[in-house]
Every structure is written in structure tokens, then in C-alpha cells.
């Protein structure tokens, strides 16, 4: 197993979030707001700067209206 934020299955993860955000018609300051984080927060999660580590995948999960077992199922499938 890779031990880099920039695996395949890390980037296909963010690939997700990015599809979810625009398919919700959410901007990156809209997705902040409701997490009480900076845009670049997003940013950096989005562009795989930064890991979110399972509690803050579950809030961008609730923040995007989406359930976190159907993004991890849809990450398991690819």
C-alpha cells in the first residue's frame, strides 16, 4: 500500500468530493461555510494537498447532503 495523499485511490476520493460539490451546484466558499473552514481548506483537500482524516470526510460528506457509506461504496467499486 502507497504511503502518499497522492495514491490513486486518494486522488479517485477527491475526484468524488469535486463530482458531489458540482453536481450539488456548491462552490468551494459555500462547501467552507458550511464546514466553519477557510475555502482553502476545500482547496487543499480538493487538489489533494491535504488528507481529511474520517471525521472531517464525514462532515464534507454532510456538508455536500451526501451519505459517507455511498462515497466509500462508490470509492470500493472503482
Known amino acids: 500500500m502507497e504511503k ?3 495514491s490513486q485511490q486518494y486522488q ?4 468524488l468530493l ?7 451546484g456548491l462552490t468551494q ?4 461555510e458550511r464546514l466553519g473552514k477557510p475555502q482553502s481548506f476545500v482547496a487543499k483537500y ?4 491535504r488528507r481529511l482524516d474520517v471525521v ?3 462532515a464534507v460528506a454532510k456538508a455536500l447532503e451526501l451519505d459517507a457509506k455511498v ?8
Open 4 to 6: 502518499t495523499i497522492y
Open 12 to 15: 479517485r476520493l477527491c475526484d
Open 18 to 24: 469535486i463530482e458531489a460539490r458540482k453536481k450539488a
Open 29 to 32: 466558499v459555500e462547501v467552507a
Open 46 to 49: 480538493e487538489g489533494g494537498e
Open 56 to 58: 472531517e470526510f464525514i
Open 71 to 78: 462515497l466509500i461504496d462508490r470509492l470500493m467499486r472503482d
